[in-house]
């Protein structure tokens, strides 16, 4: 069923596309929340269908095993009082924290270059996007998913910052990375993301490129704030 014409009127998306690590996550979730906007993270999608694959021990090279896993997982994202982010639920179970565990974050670039698996998320992400105001982040969002989004940005930082970050996250959350080998991580990621076929991480046309590397996470958040607001302002 298609959109009603006050849908479509209130409809409006903000599209933050970009590297591992630059900080998508983070910046998208506050300025959602400053915005009033919903907030969507696609790159749990992808981490929930990782964390099962693993779960279930699949080979990462079966294409048709892992095509049938995403189309059999139901994933659901449910607000709660005092988070600033809305939990993750894969088939029913809290999956919001196991999803951001290193195996899945090691595997989770090759799962997402099975064109099969990215058809079935796609069709998710529209699906939850297409009513209401969202910011949504991923890799493909502005080019793909939502290529008619209002506002489009392409996120990035150097990949020592990026990997700086992610070493003070994982610091964080009590594990003991070594920094070296985040790098190599992160590059390797960002070589699968971008050179797979489908839908590869690319800057989308009409974009605003926000390179962070010596900003702060507020001062980003400013200027997408702004951006959005004179977007809104436009007829
Ligand atoms: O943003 P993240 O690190 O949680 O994303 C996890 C992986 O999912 C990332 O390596 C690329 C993939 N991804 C994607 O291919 N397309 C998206 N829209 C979002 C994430």
């Not at 939990?87 to 179970?93: N, P």
């Amino acid at each position: 069923m298609g959109n009603t014409g006050s849908e479509r009127a209130n409809q409006f998306v903000v599209a933050i596309d970009g590297p591992a690590g630059a900080g998508k996550s983070t910046v998208a979730k506050l300025a959602a929340s400053r915005l009033g906007f919903s907030y969507l993270d696609t790159g749990a999608m992808y981490r929930a269908v990782t964390y099962k694959a693993l779960q279930q021990h699949l080979s990462f090279s079966d294409k048709s095993a892992l095509a049938s896993c995403a189309a059999n997982s139901k994933i659901e994202f449910e607000d709660t009082v005092n988070c600033s982010a809305p939990r993750v639920k894969l088939d029913s179970h809290d999956v919001t924290d196991a999803i951001r565990d290193p195996e899945v974050s090691r595997n989770v670039s090759e799962v997402a270059s099975e064109p099969e698996v990215r058809s079935c998320m796609t069709s998710l992400q529209r699906e939850i996007g297409s009513r209401g105001r969202w910011v949504v982040d991923g890799r493909d969002i502005g080019t793909v998913v939502f290529p008619e989004a209002q506002v489009k940005i392409f996120l990035t930082a150097s990949i020592e910052e990026r990997a700086k970050r992610r070493f003070d996250e994982l610091v964080s959350k009590g594990y003991s990375p070594v920094l070296e080998e985040l790098i190599s991580e992160i590059a390797k990621r960002d070589g699968i993301d971008s050179n797979r076929k489908t839908a590869p991480l690319k800057q989308a046309e009409n974009s605003y490129y926000l390179d962070t590397t010596s900003l702060t996470i507020d001062q980003v958040v400013d200027k997408i704030y702004g951006i959005v607001t004179v977007k809104k302002g436009q007829p």
